[in-house]
């Protein structure tokens, strides 16, 4: 079985995030960008893949069709043992390219295509590649998008509360936004901050100091750069809080660095970001090893999402994390939602378990420029 064709389709889809907003720049972003990597072969079998491409899109669709295509059509469709080998010979023939960023973006949806269709291939869902799911459903954390106003962000969990989610995470970067989610909350509900790398070593201590009577599970990315783990390590001993980082970081390599030196009591890969499945399964492995909990990154809507179901579904631990916000259409249909115990069922279908509703893709298609 030959791979034809790699393709991407830049999906665009409207949402309502109420209060909230997600911007670059001065402009305000109010729909999910989506690139999605079609694998084609010669038996008629798809793969689906998911390259990370919030606010660049056009150039992920680039570098898929310009770097990832050409390297692996006409080449025999690896089998699951094949795909680790089939990927790090991608990983050398690009590397001119950067180990991180937009290289691994497209890199990142083949991958996950190609295990899509290994799976396929023997009519099983994902995780059965990799020994079967410990779980059925998966827990998961509504993550708000920023907000601003303390009495805005009490509201806004509780309405997530009231959906189910059972965790909250907030995108916020002062104390009396911290303080409104716990008071709305209260003890017991999961509370975790994203920063997204604000602060110097010396502000983060200071502001986690301040945090820990709101009982934060974690403070993410407090610190910029945010490879600097050094700082990082820092801001976890002397703020006394866990931390979580990870979402800004590719491959293996750098997550032992982010690990080795104490950085992070949470890695955080994202599998459209991080090299696909094969390098997110690395990623966990080695956490394991360290003794490091794994909290994907994973607010998508495309296959990512599915794959980050599937291999959550291995483990005992870990909760997926959703944007709370109202799509104009979904993907998947009705399939993914959270239930009123604030958990997701792992798709049981073939490969990743769900097919995309190409309705929904003829309708939110972006055409190339």
């Known amino acids: 079985m030959l791979i034809t064709d790699v393709r991407p389709h830049h999906i665009r889809i409207p949402y309502d995030a109420g209060v909230a907003s997600f911007r670059q720049g001065a402009s305000a ?7 999605l ?3 084609l ?26 770097m990832i295509a050409p390297q692996a059509r006409g080449h025999e469709v690896p089998d699951a043992a094949a795909i680790p080998a089939f990927m790090e010979q991608i990983h050398r023939n690009l590397h001119l390219f950067g180990r991180y960023g937009i290289t691994m973006f497209a890199i990142s949806g083949l991958d996950i295509a190609l295990w899509d269709i290994a799976a396929k291939v023997q009519g099983v869902p994902l995780n059965r590649l990799f020994g079967g799911a410990r779980r059925t459903k998966v827990p998961a954390y509504a993550s708000l998008l920023r907000i601003g106003r303390p009495e805005a962000i009490a509201g806004a969990c509780q309405v997530a509360r009231g959906q189910g989610y059972g965790a909250i995470k907030l995108h916020e970067t002062t104390l009396p936004a911290v303080f409104a989610a716990r008071d709305a909350l209260g003890d017991g509900i999961p509370l975790m901050v994203d920063m997204n790398c604000p602060l110097d070593g010396a502000a983060a201590i200071e502001f986690a100091t301040a945090c ?5 599970a974690f403070l993410e990315e407090p610190v910029w750069p945010p490879e600097d783990f050094a700082t990082l390590s820092e801001v976890r001993t002397k703020g ?18 982010m690990m080795t030196a104490g950085a992070v009591s949470h890695a955080q890969p994202s599998v459209t970001k991080v090299g696909g499945i094969t390098e997110f399964r690395k990623v966990a492995a080695l956490a394991d090893e360290l003794g490091v909990k794994i909290v994907p990154h994973s607010p998508y809507f495309g296959p990512g999402l599915l794959a980050t179901l599937q291999l959550l579904s291995l483990r005992d631990d870990g909760f997926v994390e959703i944007f709370h916000m109202k799509r104009a259409a979904c993907l998947w249909r009705d399939r993914i939602a959270v ?7 792992v798709p049981h279908g073939p490969g990743l378990g769900y097919e995309p509703d190409m309705n929904v893709m003829e309708k939110y298609r972006v055409p190339p420029a």
Request: net charge negative.
């Open 212 to 216: 820990r009577e709101a009982r934060p």
């Open 37 to 39: 990597v079609e694998v």
């Open 240 to 257: 006394g809080l866990d931390i979580a980082a990870g979402e800004n970081a590719c491959t293996v390599y750098q997550f032992r660095q």
């Open 29 to 35: 972003i109010s729909a999910l960008d989506i690139v």
């Open 41 to 66: 072969t010669d038996a008629g079998l798809t793969g689906w893949g998911d390259a990370f491409s919030y606010v660049c899109p056009r150039s992920t669709c680039t570098a898929i069709a310009e």
């Open 339 to 345: 239930d009123s115990a604030g958990l997701i069922e």
